[in-house]
């Protein structure tokens, strides 16, 4: 069983930066799977990235285009989404989310954190 809490959230300006952490409980943390998701108002929550549990296998929502880093430091239980120069499209809840294997969608996960708001500002 893995729990999972998000922070960093918040407002920044278009072109900002913000650091996304998330903090998770369990003995296995290390073999999970670690995704990020986000979901904006009205629409369905959206993969953002991934990262494998062992190889740290990455891959990226094409609407990233470079500018998010998703990473993970098992010893610290953390995984991490780095957010560099951010749209106003990016304003959404961003979810971390737990899973057995490295996969894009939101029903491969079994473990989800409650949100952390983003909001960018034009």
């Known amino acids: 069983q893995v729990q999972l809490v998000e922070s960093g959230g918040g407002l920044v300006q278009a072109g900002g930066s913000l650091r996304l952490s998330c903090a998770a409980s369990g003995r296995t943390f290390s073999n999970n799977a670690m995704g990020w998701f986000r979901q904006a108002p009205g629409k369905e929550r959206e993969f953002v990235a991934i990262i494998s549990g062992i190889s740290r296998y990455t891959q990226y929502a094409d609407f990233t285009k470079g500018r998010f880093t998703i990473s993970r430091d098992n010893a610290k239980n953390t995984v991490y989404l780095q957010m560099n120069s951010l749209k106003p499209e990016d304003t959404a809840v961003y979810f971390c989310?737990?899973?057995?294997?490295?996969?894009?969608?939101?029903?491969?996960?079994?473990?989800w954190g409650q949100g952390t708001q983003v909001t960018v500002s034009s």
């Open positions: 989310a737990a899973g057995r294997s490295a996969v894009l969608t939101t029903d491969g996960y079994d473990y």
